[in-house]
């Protein structure tokens, strides 16, 4: 039912859905929201919104949302509803119990790029405070950790450089494994807006996106790339931005590092990294490469957007090191129209990872094994830090599995779901002897868990999310928690519980000590948002205001340096048995597993995920439009219904992941990015065939 009724009052927060960070006035009466309406002095959306943030209400007061805290002793044992204290007491029990039995690093915890910065910070700081490890780690995993480790190997930090206002700089804009209409609606719009005035548009994308044949925008250059070659085709743009003289070379020799610099244009200009070279790899033709790389290193400004069709991939790292090397070496980073700039797809990923959300990385990207850094935070928590880094998720799978990992504290993240090969996270989950889930509903991962805390939507709580542009924005409490505790409260409980005192009362507290703790926070405080709206980070004594543009007169590494950026094919190979490459992306009125947008009444609904299948492999296999298909590849089997169409090419199929019955990691598998692990959902080679209605 979508409420309709007269508000009464009206409170400004913040889009909990994509990375754009779309602000809305909720609309009260009493305390039921009447509607969501864009707010127009939203610094990110200017006024506007999309279909999922016009109805992000719903989920909250679902009837699926469990209201009171559960516990139970195994896990076919029905669940038991218990008061907040005696759950909290339990999971503090049992962690205790593990770190007696099997020591400190047998448990640990994973916080959500859904829940507020300060949230996020808590969960961290309880790992390592209370339970004495790093063992902490993000769902930005999953996403965009080869954009936090790739830039900050080549600029200096692990962020985005531009405002999304600096899109109306541009005068090429390309955009590379992304569907920004899908994925980041509000954000599309503008740079439609752009192109319309007539920027030219490169789109590098396995499938045919909207963006690249629209009724009001057609992309100059499609290049069309075979799943998996991402970093080929990186570098044979580069071999020709190098071969035909297309280099900034003043820019290069004052911002970047020489010697990177020259070892990168000797192994670019190799004749095997031309794009005919390169061509049986890519799956483009030359000219198109040629084209392309000549549009963008001579066409203006030119400003790179991309999303996880980049960074969820074998070579996810070296591809965000090659867009990096593309903007560098064409002078494009440090002004307004131009830069590197990832898509985030949840709320707040940039946040997550700021707030040290990763087993390597306190607070601010700073390395657990720096003394000096770990020093101010054992001065400011009262305990030792551990200077080794903590297990990422993938290893905590593994060390479940070796019998080593026993405790998993979980907020705000379905890792069944969400996770690939879930054969094998369920088998992981299964080793476990006390899992802790903390969400909204019921979600699959809870069906491997001990205790149950009822989460808390964004409605319901004070905090900030920090959107793809580095903007930190407020989230207001709009609703009393209906469970009784904001997500906050139950961590600050539950580390009380484990013997470590938290005394916030409120996250302005939590907001302070991270920018006592944080450089690049030092200037924020929740007095100074309400008065300027949002900031971008770095804010500090340099940039009191926040920083829409990073890098202008220099990187923050000091010198760009520019990183080798070597094809390797991986190891998801199509063979007579799995002949077809996989690729997935999102739809545009469902967000991520669907746990929100299918509990929420809305005005678009897409009920099902569906396989996208050539023509041609449709037919060669006797499929016909809404034909039922199985899906295997060597992890597992599913069954979607097909959709017959050119969007993909003979070779390569498509699916979205917001249902958790379609299963769509049910056949993704356990190869991940060399630098960081995060998964490659992008590439998986499968067979396909018709079947009986399931
Ligand atoms: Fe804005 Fe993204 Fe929310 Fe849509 S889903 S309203 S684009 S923040």
Redesign the pocket.
């Given at each position: 039912v979508i409420h309709l009724g007269q508000p009464e009052h009206s409170v400004v927060t913040?889009?909990?859905?994509?990375?754009?960070?779309?602000a809305?006035k909720a609309e009260m009466k009493g305390s039921e929201v009447v509607r969501m309406v864009?707010y127009k002095d939203g610094q990110?959306?200017r006024g506007?919104?999309?279909?999922?943030?016009?109805f992000?209400w719903g989920y909250a007061t679902h009837a699926d949302r469990i209201m009171k805290p559960m516990i139970r002793s195994k896990i076919t044992d029905p669940w038991q509803e218990v008061t907040w204290d005696e759950a909290i007491n339990h999971a503090a029990s049992e962690f205790r119990r593990l770190q007696g039995q099997y020591g400190r690093d047998s448990i640990g915890g994973i916080t959500s790029s859904r829940c507020t910065n300060e949230e996020t910070y808590l969960v961290q700081k309880l790992i390592r405070a209370a339970f004495g490890t790093n063992n902490v780690d993000t769902c930005a995993r999953v996403c965009h950790s080869p954009t936090g480790y790739g830039l900050k190997q080549t600029l200096g930090e692990s962020a985005g450089t531009q405002t999304f206002d600096s899109v109306m700089q541009a005068d090429v804009v390309v955009v590379m494994g992304a569907n920004p209409s899908a994925?980041?609606?509000?954000?599309a719009s503008r740079l439609k807006r752009r192109l319309r005035q007539g920027a030219k548009l490169i789109v590098i994308d396995p499938r045919q996106i909207e963006l690249v044949s629209s009724p009001h925008v057609k992309a100059s250059y499609h290049l069309q790339v075979r799943p998996g070659t991402n970093a080929a085709i990186l570098t044979s743009l580069a071999h020709v931005i190098v071969t035909e003289g297309l280099v900034d070379e003043a820019y290069v020799a004052e911002r970047c590092d020489t010697k990177s610099f020259n070892e990168w244009r000797a192994f670019v200009s190799r004749e095997e990294n031309s794009p005919e070279a390169m061509a049986d790899v890519t799956g483009v033709a030359a000219d198109l490469v040629r084209g392309a790389a000549r549009l963008y290193a001579t066409g203006g400004n030119a400003a790179i957007y991309y999303g996880l069709g980049v960074t969820e991939h074998s070579q996810g790292s070296t591809s965000v090191m090659g867009i990096a090397n593309l903007a560098m070496a064409t002078g494009n980073v440090g002004r307004e129209g131009v830069g590197v700039n990832p898509l985030r797809g949840q709320?707040n990923v940039q946040g997550s990872c700021d707030m040290g959300s990763f087993p390597h990385e306190l607070p601010g990207y700073r390395h657990v094994s720096d003394a000096t850094v770990r020093a101010q935070f054992e001065a400011a928590w009262g305990v030792t830090i551990q200077p080794e880094p903590g297990l990422r998720i993938p290893n905590m799978f593994e060390a479940a599995l070796g019998g080593s990992f026993k405790g998993l504290y979980c907020q705000g993240e379905d890792i069944v779901q969400s996770d690939p090969n879930t054969q094998h996270v369920a088998a992981a989950l299964s080793a476990m002897e006390c899992i802790v889930v903390q969400d909204l509903f019921l979600n699959e991962t809870a069906k491997y868990a001990h205790v149950f805390l009822p989460g808390s939507s964004f409605l319901e709580k004070d905090g900030t999310f920090t959107?793809a542009e580095r903007r930190i924005s407020p989230v207001r409490k709009v609703m009393a928690p209906r469970t009784g505790k904001a997500d906050w409260e139950v961590t600050v409980a539950l580390s009380n519980a484990l013997g470590y005192p938290m005394n916030y009362t409120h996250p302005r507290e939590i907001m302070a000590e991270i920018a006592a703790l944080t450089p690049t926070f030092s200037g924020v405080s929740y007095e100074k948002l309400d008065a300027l709206g949002s900031i971008q980070w770095p804010c500090n004594e340099a940039a009191p205001s926040g920083t829409p543009i990073m890098h202008i007169d220099r990187f923050v590494r000091g010198k760009g340096k520019f990183m080798p950026t070597q094809y390797i094919a991986t190891d998801e190979k199509v063979t007579r048995k799995f002949p077809l490459l996989l690729t997935t992306g999102r739809i545009l009125s469902q967000?991520n597993v669907g746990a929100q947008t299918r509990r929420t009444p809305n005005v678009m609904w897409h009920d099902e995920d569906v396989l996208e299948i050539h023509p041609h492999d449709a037919e060669e296999r006797g499929v016909r439009e809404g034909d039922w298909v199985g899906i295997a590849s060597r992890a597992g089997e599913t069954v979607l219904r097909a959709t017959v169409t050119e969007r993909v090419q003979p070779g390569v199929v498509y699916t979205t992941f917001h249902f958790p019955e379609s299963g769509a990691n049910v056949i993704t598998t356990d190869n991940s990015d060399w630098a960081t692990n995060c998964p490659e959902y992008k590439v998986t080679a499968v067979q396909v065939t018709p079947v009986a209605q399931p």
């Open positions: 913040t889009c909990a859905y994509c990375g754009v960070g779309c809305f864009p990110a959306n506007h919104s999309c279909v999922k943030g016009r992000a994925g980041h609606p509000v954000f709320n959107n967000y």
